[in-house]
């Protein structure tokens, strides 16, 4: 990521729900990550909402109000996970820069479904198949790969339901 880029730097949210249905957000401008800060304590932890962190400063283990979010954004909305929330960061995975040239959304994606998935287990407690959750992801256009941008970040909900707490060791 260059912190001399003037354009905006984007990432997709792609939810995948059980049937593979989904939605996209993007978002993130070097503008935002310097400007927009979400209260942390010590260990990290959001301390206060943030309604307008960038998508670069969502961290795993953060929880977020982002499920009526849809199309281009610049921002996403980090709440303490102690409040109500829509989904949590569960896991980051970094791809590899290959050749460096964008590998294409499916690609992208198709990392992102699968590693989402691998990672689901050890965070929720059983297998997705099995699971009533469901999980999302972050993951590199071509613009923000084009700016050093490799991680997925993939994120888990229970449809329609908003949580409070983590859903760390659910098992459902």
Known sequence: MSTTAPRPLTRTLAITALAAAGFLLSGCSLLNTIANTTPRDAGGTPTADNGNADVFS??????????????????????????????????????????????????????????????????????????????????????????GDREILCTVYDMGTPTIGTLKNAQR
């Open 58 to 147: 969502i961290k795993v283990g953060d929880c977020l109000n982002d499920v009526t979010t849809t199309g281009t954004v610049t921002t996403a909305p980090i709440v303490p996970c102690s409040e109500p929330h829509h989904s949590e960061a569960y896991t980051s995975i970094t791809m590899p820069k290959g050749n460096g040239a964008y590998p294409g959304d499916d690609a992208v994606k198709a990392q992102a479904e699968q590693g989402c998935a691998d990672a689901f287990p050890g965070f929720i407690g059983i297998s997705y198949d099995d699971s009533s959750l469901s999980i999302s992801y972050y993951f590199p256009t071509s613009d923000s790969w084009a700016n």
